[in-house]
């Protein structure tokens, strides 16, 4: 089998995304998938760059603010790569808190059904958060077409069952045969513990699409602490916890 700088297990987001940032730098890339490439968690996904959400981990707030200058380059650079489009849905959040930020002007119940006809006012104050949000299919479908004009090669249906030391790097064994690797990434997300001692265990959550009838539609997301919907154009909204 033919020689990489890097070989990357799992073909999702993550993996991806590390695929072209490598290869960008010059890198020879190959990324390995149990299945197709996107077809896991990556489609499970909002697609809302909330960076500022206020119940975000303080911890984290440094990245996320990175990530969102990052990220408009990176969908630019999917899109230049793969030919497709990845539309921006919504460019505003109604947040709802049970106790206000300072500083934050809260919007009134007019403006909140302004912009969220029928939303439930109750026990809830809101205000707006300047967010952008795109449907993760469209993500989901522009990746691997991307990874691959960018010279990636991507080796679905090709589970990495074990990592060991190598001359002059890794060696990578698949159900194929062996793959030689200068370095190894691990991007399996939830299945990642099976190829190494990490500390990770998946967690289950529950999405649904539904469509809203009637001329009355919501142009941005709503989230509280408790439930998000994020419109995906026309009368579909993606709904999760």
């Not at 919501?218 to 408790?226: G, N, S």
Request: negative net charge; aromatic residues 6%; proline residues 7%.
């Amino acid at each position: 089998m033919s020689f990489a700088d890097t070989a990357i297990a799992g073909g999702g987001i993550n993996g991806l995304a590390t695929a072209l940032e490598l290869a960008a730098a010059g890198y020879n890339v190959t990324v390995f998938d149990k299945d197709e490439a996107m077809s896991e968690a990556s489609r499970a996904a909002a697609g809302m760059l909330a960076g500022n959400d206020p119940d975000n981990p303080r911890e984290l707030r440094e990245l996320a603010q990175l990530s969102l200058r990052l990220y408009p380059a990176f969908l630019a650079r999917v899109e230049e790569l793969s030919g497709a489009k990845i539309p921006i849905r919504t460019t505003c959040t109604v947040q709802g808190m049970k106790h206000m930020p300072p500083g934050v002007r809260p919007l009134s119940d007019a403006e909140v059904r302004d912009l969220a006809p029928q939303a439930a006012l109750a026990d809830w104050h809101f205000f707006q958060l300047e967010e952008q949000s795109f449907d993760a299919w469209d993500l989901a479908e522009a990746l691997p077409p991307a990874a691959l004009a960018a010279g990636i090669e991507l080796r679905e249906h090709t589970p990495v069952q074990s990592v060991r030391s190598g001359s002059g790097g890794v060696e990578v064994e698949t159900p194929t045969g062996v793959f030689p690797a200068g370095s190894f990434v691990n991007c399996a997300g939830a299945w990642s513990p099976a190829l190494d001692t990490l500390p990770i265990t998946p967690r289950k959550g529950h999405m649904l699409t539904a469509t809203l009838a009637g001329a009355y539609q919501m142009q941005c997301v709503l989230r509280t602490a408790k439930v998000y919907i994020v419109p995906r154009g026309g009368t579909r909204y993606t709904i999760g916890p």
